[in-house]
């Protein structure tokens, strides 16, 4: 499925991207990867290991730049050095292990570390910190150590900085990955909310439970596009499993009632729609 949209906030165009292993060779992470994504959009980025997603995440914040093509934030290339600096005050990222994002013994103080280092008034501080820890539910444990946090509450906390800088673009590069199904459920709902305040949300991840959340699902294998559509058009092209993906389960169940003379409209991905289609089958 090819998507087209009037305001695009950010532009991939036929990226390439190597990973030099010296003596002349390389290894091609992306091959010709393009699309586009609209301002406001949740889109899962997803793929197995390998599959080049994480690269693409940090080609879109501007920490790697493309052998080949062009990624554009808000009509800004991320080649040309004098726009890093706005692009990545556009495009904040979180990582999987929130301890490497934090700077500061203290909660309050780590997330006004980076308004701080790029010059924001005070007072102007004092407002993002308190709108920050407000927007991530983590307004109480302003005073305390974040040693004393857990996963999920420390990835708040590596959020909630990164939207002390006021991004337009929130990349999540696999924050969930190193959390407990609560820590992950926590922070996915953080983003959810995130989203609905108009924030793009662009999630890599590997867990197609969490790609269900999002609007769009680009799914990456070895280095390429190999679909591109809504969960419910990805989950059912019946490719998932050939590209190391899995059904969520509410998916994998629809899929399996299926085939026991159940009918519904491809595979079903959210939970209480299909105990609903099945009740009215069974009357």
């Known amino acids: 499925m090819c998507y087209t949209f009037a305001m695009s906030q950010i532009e991939v165009k036929n990226v390439s991207y190597n990973y030099s292993l010296g003596d002349g060779h390389a290894v091609k992470a992306l091959k010709g990867v393009s699309f586009s994504i609209e301002k406001g959009s949740f889109v899962a980025l ?3 290991n390998g599959s080049g997603k994480s690269t693409l995440a940090k080609l879109l914040n501007g920490l790697f730049v493309p052998n080949e093509g ?16 706005e692009i990545r005050k556009k495009a904040g990222m979180v990582f999987q292990n929130p301890d490497n994002q934090m700077v500061a013994t203290i909660i309050e103080d780590d ?38 946090l857990s996963g999920g509450q420390k990835q ?10 006021r991004p337009d673009i929130l990349i999540l590069d696999e924050s ?15 983003a959810k909310s995130l989203n609905e305040q108009g924030i793009t949300v662009i999630n890599i991840t590997h867990n197609m439970e969490e790609a269900a ?61 299909l105990v609903e289609k099945v009740c009215l089958q069974l009357k």
Do not use: C, H, W
């Open 46 to 48: 997803a793929g197995m």
């Open 111 to 148: 997330i006004a570390f980076g308004p701080e280092n790029i010059g924001v008034p005070r007072d102007e501080i004092i407002e993002r910190v308190n709108s920050a820890l407000e927007a991530v539910g983590m307004s109480e444990f302003r005073d305390r150590s974040a040693s004393k």
């Open 156 to 165: 708040r906390i590596a959020i909630a900085g990164v939207l002390a800088m």
């Open 176 to 190: 969930t990955s190193m959390l407990d199904p609560n820590g992950r459920k926590d922070v996915m709902s953080v």
């Open 213 to 273: 959340l999002a609007d769009r699902v680009i799914v990456l294998r070895k280095g390429r596009i190999a679909i591109d559509g809504t969960p419910k058009e990805v989950f059912s092209s019946g490719m998932l499993e050939a590209y190391g993906l899995t059904l969520p389960p509410v998916s994998k169940l629809s899929r399996e009632l299926s085939e026991k003379g159940f009918r519904f409209d491809g595979v079903v991905i959210d939970e209480k729609e």
């Open 70 to 85: 062009d990624v554009l934030i808000d009509g800004l290339s991320t080649k040309d050095e004098k726009n890093t600096f």
